[in-house]
């Protein structure tokens, strides 16, 4: 397990170092001027060269990512063109939105998912199965942002349970922050929870027609206990992995449902920062949440060798 642990690891900081390399070429290697993209093209020349000096743009190309790398590791991420304040403290607040709500969107995915997936395995062909499987269609047609829409009319403007847009903060009392994150949260959850139901059935039918599972019938155990003993957790490989992947887009889509629910997240952030061409909010936060799903895949390739100890064998 060391050395699995030890390939995995020197995996990561790999591609955060060349996820960190291909972000600062392509906004700020390419042809064109940074500067000029931040302020305009009617731009004055003086105000050009005193934006270049103060983002150090002024500097060699090495020497500017090393800088900014350099920053990075330690926490001195710059200083925000458009709000004037350091980007950390910008992150620092914005997170305190975006990951409870990243989180309680999970938990909610996993939670619908992994029972449905179950129990329709468990009833194949039968009218649960075909209950669960539809819904699970309809829920990944389905986009997060207009369902967010419908969620929106559906307990904020016709029964009137939970507040359509905004954020009140934690100051004001736990219960009224995560009220305000938990239409976003069944947007964003319901779709991935679609996949990740259907991805379970696979997984648990798969299980099923193992020899072992026929084995431990043969021997006497009920089907419920073969399910639950045997078949479940031998399936939870491939949904802990796509588990893994779903953090990714769960990030991509707080982007448009933080938007939809004027939620000050980080996708917002985001979404604001290329609006305003604030250039090393937007470097910052892409690099960030590129090492956040990096760093969610890394504790998943973990899991999954835990669960199954014939992945440790592997070839990284």
């Known amino acids: 397990m060391t050395a699995y642990l030890a390939r995995r690891a020197a995996i990561l900081l790999l591609t955060l ?52 790398l350099g920053g990075m ?24 939105v975006s990951l409870p709500l990243a989180g309680m969107a999970i938990v909610l995915s996993t939670a619908i998912a992994i029972p449905t997936g179950v129990l329709s395995a468990a009833k194949r062909g039968r009218a649960a199965d075909a209950a669960a499987m539809g819904a699970a269609q309809l829920g990944v047609a389905l986009p997060n942002f207009w369902l967010g829409i419908l969620l929106v009319l559906a307990f904020a ?4 349970w939970f507040p359509a847009s905004g954020f009140p903060g934690w100051s004001d009392g736990a219960w009224s922050a995560l009220k305000a994150l938990i239409l976003p949260a069944v947007a964003l959850a319901l779709p991935q929870a679609a996949i990740l139901a259907r991805v379970t059935r696979a997984a648990v039918l798969d299980t099923l027609g193992e020899d072992f599972v026929r084995t ?16 479940v957790p031998n399936a939870l490989v491939p949904v802990v992995t796509l588990l893994g992947l779903q953090f990714s887009f769960l990030l991509a889509g707080t982007v448009i449902i933080e938007n939809v629910f004027t939620l000050p997240g ?13 250039l ?19 504790a998943v390739d973990l899991a999954a060798a835990w669960i199954d100890p014939r992945l440790r064998g592997l070839p990284a």
């Open 280 to 298: 090393i909010v937007v470097q910052d936060l892409v690099v960030l949440l590129a090492g956040s799903v990096f760093v969610v895949n890394f």
């Open 216 to 231: 431990a019938r043969a021997k006497g155990l009920t089907r419920r206990a073969a399910l639950w003993r045997h078949a």
């Open 73 to 96: 590791l330690v926490g001195e991420f710059g200083v925000s063109y458009t709000y004037g304040v350091p980007v950390a403290d910008l992150i620092r607040q914005r997170v305190m």
């Open 266 to 278: 980080l996708g917002r952030l985001v979404f604001q920062a290329i609006t305003q061409r604030d």
């Open 157 to 160: 403007v016709k029964l009137p």
């Open 17 to 68: 170092l060349a996820a960190s390399i291909v972000v600062f070429v392509v906004l700020q290697g390419l042809p064109g001027d940074p500067a000029a993209l931040m302020l305009g093209t009617g731009a004055r020349e003086d105000t050009l060269a005193a934006l270049r000096q103060r983002l150090g743009l002024d500097a060699p190309f090495w020497l500017r990512y090393a800088r900014w």
